[in-house]
């Protein structure tokens, strides 16, 4: 009997101790916290969303527009209410964040179009009209793809802000 508690003993002690090894380093994945694409955003429920950027968000019901809500820190306006089933548009005005892998708040029109037409599953429509009111011309872009609509907003050759709509029902 007590030759089985040794051994038991020293299991239990190989187990606890795990052979003398160190415990691994917590790998870059478990410390980092998942960064979401602007298409993951939409389509998300506004539960979700809330889920992962907290409760401390602003609601907007601007006259005229549908409403939105926002965080300080979050570089997206999540377009719709904080109840909603789904939220269907995500947008953005914050330079340097990105529509789409290689696109980007702040590029200017020149590299918005080489990159748009590079992107393989995406089509590219360029601005047809473009307006002048005094304070600079602008007009929309926009680059569609099977699930994903981007309006791209260009004000004096500029990526100003887009909106990514989720495309299916």
């Given at each position: 009997?007590?030759?089985?508690?040794?051994?038991?003993?020293?299991?239990?002690?190989?187990?606890?101790?795990?052979?003398?090894?160190?415990?691994a380093p917590p790998t870059h994945e478990d410390i980092t916290p998942k960064v979401y694409t602007v298409?993951?955003?939409?389509?998300?429920?506004?539960?979700?969303?809330i889920a992962i950027y907290g409760e401390d968000y602003t609601v907007v019901v601007p006259e005229g527009d549908p409403p939105y809500f926002y965080y300080e820190d979050v570089p997206y306006h999540f377009i719709g209410k904080p109840d909603d089933a789904v939220i269907r548009a995500v947008s953005s005005d914050v330079a340097g964040t990105e529509m789409l892998d290689i696109i980007c708040v702040g590029d200017s029109l020149a590299s918005l179009e080489e990159a748009a037409m590079t992107i393989e599953g995406y089509e590219y429509f360029p601005a047809d009209n473009w307006y002048d009111e005094g304070n600079g011309k602008y007009g929309w872009a926009v680059i569609q793809g099977a699930t994903h609509q981007y309006s791209c907003y260009i004000k004096d050759e500029v990526l100003t802000s887009f909106e990514c709509r989720l495309m299916t029902e």
């Open positions: 009997m007590k030759r089985i508690f040794l051994i038991l003993a020293a299991l239990l002690t190989l187990l606890l101790v795990g052979c003398g090894k160190e415990p298409e993951e955003l939409a389509g998300l429920s506004a539960a979700e969303i």
